[in-house]
């Protein structure tokens, strides 16, 4: 052995020999979300515009500058020892500077004057990537950009995006700008290769773009171009904020065909889904459920957008793909053992239990009180895991996309009552149907919420109200009651109308008030799903995927007269139900 041989660095691992991650672009994903772009001073003296002003009317001492790309090579002069304050104060260590630059701005290669600038010369050129420069961009009419559109309200054909449309262009300015703790950077691509989808994107393309153009992967295989994308209908963002819009039911289907299709191509070896920090913890219960999968599956939110001061999803990415590598998620076959989790300031979340509970980095909580932060994630140390949830999950799921029927039964009007409906699930190649999705409806228990000393399902008008809507529209449909706690029910008039909703086909799970920390146990009775410690909206989304299992519960004939026989039915059917309930 060489002498040497004990003192040689590391070999980089070769990139065919780097985890293929699949990234999802969801909606409102503030970790894909930049500040707005504003036009610098440099652009303002140029072109003779008034300059920026501190909210004190003085002039900012330092201009705008962000991430971008240089259209041909140019030679720079870089002031050396500038890096750091006491870089000049270890120049001893230092190799010599390339030259000087005198006070007239020319390089020399010796010192003549004391007022001479030691400088190191590069050239850099578009190869070179991104750098920091001057925002130079003006509107249309020649004036600066102060804000995301023309005007403070201007509408979406006069404003700009600011969330970016896959997550490629965060990548590389991370790896371009982010360090990590020995001062290098490249902190996701020496690590893993990636394929960027657009599930349920937070940018869109109002113009389209080339197939030659993309920079996501195009799950069809057929180098498409992007057609024209609507607001709110292709693409979900909250800034400008008079444009913000959230995704409706049918995206529920569109983005669990796009992840289960991705992944269905192989060769992954890791999945992350980015989404807004607000709603990340319903699609990553979601994604828990129904996707179908036995490699890792993180999600990442962040509460400052991208670039700016303190911003913490950047970070939450690198540990995502820190916790992918670390393969502390498998079980002695190598399959995932965790299932969907949230990776959030260093720490673990499991999917089931993760809830937002204030908007600043450590703004998340693990709900239910037993458990919900599986592991830890992070300087210092190694990823490490604390306990391995003991829920069904991913492709321990019964109710995962595999396991749905092709078909199922819900229920419509029919006179008084409700008339079974076939209900198709699926199409052709077992994707999800938009028309599927489940209606399940959040009611809430309220003390002193009863509008007289009746007992009657009369007074609920709210709950009756969408009883008929469903009956009208969803024959899939379903209420989740958020009742006291420890026991999940609500006062006489909610339990009279939720159980006519029971009669009429729509299962009720009960759960506890807030982010208790209590099992639902026998209160709500048999006519009921006790919904175990979940909060309301993760029993909404665990219920909606079980009616499109099950179906509607069997309706009875005259709801205001059932039969024992009916009842028997309807309690059968919930217990096929409350067993989903108790292990997922």
């Avoid at 076939?422 to 999705?437: F, P, Q, R, T």
Wanted: proline share 7%; charged share 25%; aromatic share 8%.
């Amino acid at each position: 052995m060489s002498e040497h041989a004990s003192t040689a660095l590391p070999q980089p691992m070769p990139a065919e020999h780097l985890p293929r991650i699949a990234v999802f672009s969801g909606a409102n994903a503030t970790v894909q979300n930049s500040e707005p772009l504003v036009t610098s001073d440099a652009a303002r003296r140029k072109y003779g515009l008034p300059p920026r002003r501190n909210p004190d009317g003085t002039h900012p001492r330092q201009d705008i500058v962000r991430p971008q790309r240089l259209a041909a090579p140019v030679t720079v002069y870089v002031e050396a020892y500038s890096a750091h304050p006491l870089e000049r104060d270890a120049s001893s260590l230092y190799a010599a500077p390339d030259g000087y630059v005198t006070p007239e701005g020319v390089f020399v290669a010796e010192r003549m004057t004391e007022d001479d600038v030691p400088v190191y010369e590069v050239t850099i050129g578009p190869d070179d990537g991104l750098f920091a420069l001057p925002y130079m961009a003006r509107t249309r009419d020649g004036g600066a950009w102060e804000q995301e559109g023309i005007d403070p309200l201007s509408p979406s054909a006069e404003s700009r995006q600011t969330f970016y449309p896959d997550a490629s262009r965060i990548f590389e300015e991370i790896d371009r700008f982010g360090l990590d703790e020995k001062g290098d950077n490249n902190m996701l691509g020496s690590k893993a290769r990636y394929d960027f989808v657009r599930a349920a994107p937070s940018g869109g393309y109002t113009s389209g773009l080339p197939a030659s153009q993309r920079t996501d992967l195009d799950i069809t295989d057929r180098a498409d171009d992007i057609a024209p994308e609507v607001r709110g209908e292709d693409f979900f963002g909250y800034r400008p904020y008079h444009l913000a819009h959230a995704p409706a039911m049918a995206t529920l289907a569109r983005l669990t065909n796009v992840v289960q299709s991705t992944l269905d191509r192989g060769g992954y070896e890791g999945a992350m889904w980015l989404e807004d920090s607000a709603s990340v913890e319903d699609t990553a219960y979601w994604l828990n459920l129904l996707i179908d999968t036995t490699i890792p599956f993180s999600c990442n939110a962040s509460q400052r957008p991208h670039g700016a001061l303190a911003n913490d999803g950047d970070r939450n990415l690198v540990d995502s793909v820190a916790y992918v590598r670390s393969r502390i998620w498998a079980d002695a076959e190598g399959r995932d053992a965790i299932g969907v989790v949230l990776v959030q300031d260093e720490q673990i979340f499991a999917a089931r239990d993760a809830q937002k509970a204030d908007a600043r980095p450590g703004g998340f909580v693990a709900t239910g009180g037993h458990g919900g932060i599986v592991g830890t994630i992070g300087a210092p140390g190694d990823p490490m895991l604390t306990y391995r949830p003991a829920k069904a999950h991913t492709s321990r799921s019964a109710v995962n996309l595999r396991r749905l029927p092709d078909a199922t039964v819900g229920v419509r009007a029919s006179g008084s009552g409700s008339a079974p409906v076939d209900v198709s699930v699926k199409d052709a190649s077992g994707m999800l149907l938009e028309s599927a999705i489940p209606k399940v409806t959040i009611a809430k228990y309220a003390r002193y919420g009863m509008d007289d000393f009746l007992d009657s399902a009369a007074m609920q008008v709210e709950i009756l109200a969408r009883i008929e809507k469903n009956l009208e529209s969803f024959p899939l449909a379903g209420f989740v009651l958020e009742g006291m706690a420890p026991f999940g029910i609500g006062n006489e008039s909610e339990t009279a109308a939720l159980e006519e909703a029971v009669l009429r086909g729509m299962p009720v799970v009960c759960v506890n008030r807030g982010n208790a920390e209590g099992m639902v146990g026998g209160g709500p009775g048999p006519a009921f799903i006790s919904g175990s410690n979940l909060t309301a909206t993760k029993a909404r989304l665990l219920l909606m995927a079980c009616l499109m299992r099950f179906g509607a519960l069997p309706p009875a004939a005259d709801p205001s007269a059932p039969t024992a026989e009916e009842w028997q039915r309807i309690h059968e059917r919930v217990r096929d139900y409350q067993q989903i309930f108790d292990t997922h």
